[in-house]
């Protein structure tokens, strides 16, 4: 009887187990990442838009005004459609494109989806424009050849991106950084349109004292200082260089002219070359130090303090 016994019994539990499974399999009781149990991270969304740039129409080299935009929106932003959010622009090196920092340098979408759920990380929409031309890259120059690149990202990309998605439009809730010639991008762009962004962000920034263009003011430790007063009315600027970069020197130069001029600024120098960390750089640094200086509401998907 008890040997019966114990076989019905394990007939039954063997029967439960299936059943339990079968149901799982057809979406009936939940396992883990399916609303029980341990759930793995979110994930947000990239897109790729094309933009028109008013401000680069008629340029000489004959460069497509219309430009690709890679978007990537955070996990709640699909969930949540009251929510609004505030907006990284971020600018890709010379020779690149759009996808720059979803692909060839970095897997940004993947950095912000694990620090999304993070206690007091700020969830952005990031987005990069593809500024590359006829001649691989338009130094985000305003100029007749390559068009009005300061003017395409600080009017035409920031009011696109205002009017499609739900942002916080405003320039505290806006931050400009970039890699390479995108560093030197975000650099020359912030040192006029503190009315557009709050927060700076330069990356080894190239071409700091190289004379890339006709003008002048395409070489920003030359105009530094006629730009300082704009400059420090940014809510928060940071830059870093790698030691073995071969614009380290440069890179100096523009620290040490900022502490001159009484320009507030964060500054690392970190072991690694231009491009070798750029992923860890974006993860640990660049999303932090926006989630931190970006304003934007109470995130409430961060699950609340520890006691």
């Not at 920003?220 to 420090?232: D, G, I, M, R």
Request: some cysteine; charged content about 20%; aromatic content about 8%.
């Amino acid at each position: 009887m008890k040997s019966t016994r114990s076989l019905a019994f394990a007939a039954a539990l063997i029967a439960g187990m299936a059943g339990l499974l079968d149901a799982q399999g057809r979406g009936g009781a939940p396992g883990p990442g399916r609303g029980g149990g341990a759930r793995g991270p979110r994930a947000g969304t990239v897109e790729r838009i094309t933009v028109h740039g008013k401000a680069l129409e008629g340029n000489r080299e004959g460069d497509s005004p219309d430009r690709n935009v890679t978007v990537y929106l955070p996990p709640s932003y699909a969930e949540d459609q009251a929510r609004r959010y505030p907006v990284l622009y971020l600018l890709h090196g010379y020779g690149l494109r759009d996808d720059a920092f979803t692909g060839p340098l970095a897997a940004l979408a993947g950095s912000a989806d694990a620090l999304a759920p993070a206690q007091g990380f700020s969830e952005m929409i990031v987005v990069t424009p593809d500024a590359s031309t006829m001649n691989k890259g338009s130094m985000y120059s305003s100029s007749p050849t390559a068009g009005d690149w300061e003017r395409f990202v600080a009017e035409d990309l920031v009011g696109h991106i205002d009017g499609r998605y739900r942002t916080l439009a405003d320039r505290m809730s806006r931050g400009l950084g970039g890699h390479a010639m995108g560093g030197y991008g975000a650099l020359r762009i912030g040192m006029k349109r503190p009315d557009v962004f709050s927060s700076l962000y330069f990356m080894s920034s190239c071409c700091l004292a190289t004379n890339v263009s006709p003008s002048p003011e395409s070489m920003p430790l030359e105009v530094l200082e006629q730009h300082a007063a704009n400059l420090s009315m940014f809510y928060a600027v940071a830059m870093d260089i790698g030691t073995a970069d071969s614009l380290l020197a440069t890179n100096r130069q523009l620290h040490d002219a900022m502490t001159r001029l009484r320009i507030a600024h964060g500054y690392e120098e970190y072991d690694g070359d231009h491009t070798n960390r750029v992923q860890e750089r974006i993860e640990r640094h660049v999303l932090p130090f926006f989630s931190k200086n970006l304003a934007a509401p109470a995130n409430p998907s961060s699950p609340p303090p520890q006691r």
